[in-house]
Nanobody, 123 residues
């Protein structure tokens, strides 16, 4: 089993930037993803990255503003968030995909989750 711990959330003004980190321990992780959940809303896909980092995919809402990356030597995945908007406010979760080799965008395609980190963007 893998343990995932997110960090890097906080309060930022619109137009600002944050970088989230997701540290993995317990075993190596194949494909991974970021999701977010606003109050009273469902958990939504944000970005996906393959094990080697060469294959990434983004939700339309964040494309061009967010960048997913990973450093397997450090067992850490990142989400660089630029040009933040108030609608980006949510709890952000990292997750380990059930398998690998496809772009997983649904919650049930991920087996393990971190505890989440709050991102708040003020207008």
């Amino acid at each position: 089993q893998v343990q995932l711990v997110e960090s890097g959330g906080g309060l930022v003004q619109a137009g600002g930037s944050l970088r989230l980190s997701c540290a993995a321990s317990g075993r190596s992780v194949n494909d991974m993803g970021w999701f977010r959940q606003a109050p009273g809303k469902e958990r939504l896909f944000v970005a996906h990255i393959s094990y080697g980092g060469g294959w990434t995919f983004y939700a339309d809402a964040v494309k061009g503003r967010f960048t997913i990356s990973r450093d397997n030597a450090k067992n850490t995945m990142y989400l660089q968030m630029n040009s933040l908007k108030p609608e980006d406010t949510a709890v952000y979760y990292c997750a380990a995909q059930v398998g690998s080799g496809w772009v997983a965008v649904r919650v049930y395609e991920y087996a393990e989750w971190g505890q989440g980190t709050q991102v708040t963007v003020s207008s």
